[in-house]
């Protein structure tokens, strides 16, 4: 089965840096829709046109701040790859881009780098994925438990019944018929008949 070509929008200022950056992923194998931009104005677009599975940003571009390209991404998804393509960065500016939700950094002069950093920034995002799919269900899970737990406990409660005409004492002190007391308790809703057993006996109210 072929594998689904993967959609790569990187904010780059230089042409030529977008050429290197696309045939070093080629090289490495990547199937891959690739898209240049260089504006603001520009990147919204393309989120909205052909949401990204990767974005790669420059760091230093003159027209737009990479920070704020990192900003939206993540205003629009938490765990979405963006990867920072950088000629230089210096120890404080890496920490800086970590602390704003870069997932990794790749520098310009060591592109061979950048692949590995794709496959595994898509790995990591797979793997966020099913563990927040896993913690959903056991929410779920937990929660219809704490449900039915609360359900049993409120029908398991002592019920007063009258021995003479079976009727049963709600909460409130009023005298309900068995069947109205149930209603009352889950919910269900009654429809009266007569079972088999009692058809063959003499009950003139059901002839």
């Known amino acids: 089965m072929a594998t689904k ?9 230089n042409a030529t840096d977008g050429e290197l950056v696309k045939h070093e992923l080629a090289s490495a194998g990547l199937k891959f829709n690739f898209k240049r931009v260089e504006t603001d104005d520009e990147f919204r677009h393309e989120l909205r046109r052909h949401p990204p599975d ?5 760091h230093g571009l003159p027209t737009f701040d990479a920070l704020t390209a990192l900003a939206i991404v993540r205003d629009r998804d938490p765990d979405g790859p963006f990867i920072f393509v950088t000629s230089s960065m210096g120890e404080n500016e890496i920490s ?20 590995s950093a794709v496959r595994r920034a898509l790995s990591g995002i797979e ?3 099913r563990r927040k799919t896993a913690e ?5 899970l937990a929660q219809e438990l704490m449900g039915a737990l609360a359900e049993v ?18 909460d409130r002190g009023i005298w309900l018929r068995r069947d109205e007391y149930l209603e009352s308790q889950i919910g269900s809703r009654f429809c009266h008949g007569i079972c088999p057993d009692c058809s063959k006996k003499n009950f003139p109210d059901f002839r």
């Open 5 to 13: 070509a993967l959609q790569i929008l990187m904010v780059e200022d």
């Open 54 to 58: 990767v974005v790669l940003s420059d």
């Open 96 to 115: 800086n881009v970590f602390e704003r939700g870069a997932t990794d950094c790749v520098l310009k002069h060591r592109l061979a780098d950048l692949p």
């Open 127 to 129: 793997e966020v994925r």
């Open 136 to 140: 959903a269900e056991r929410d779920r």
């Open 153 to 170: 406990k409120r029908l398991s409660k002592l019920v007063h019944l009258c021995v003479r005409c079976k009727k049963v004492r709600d």
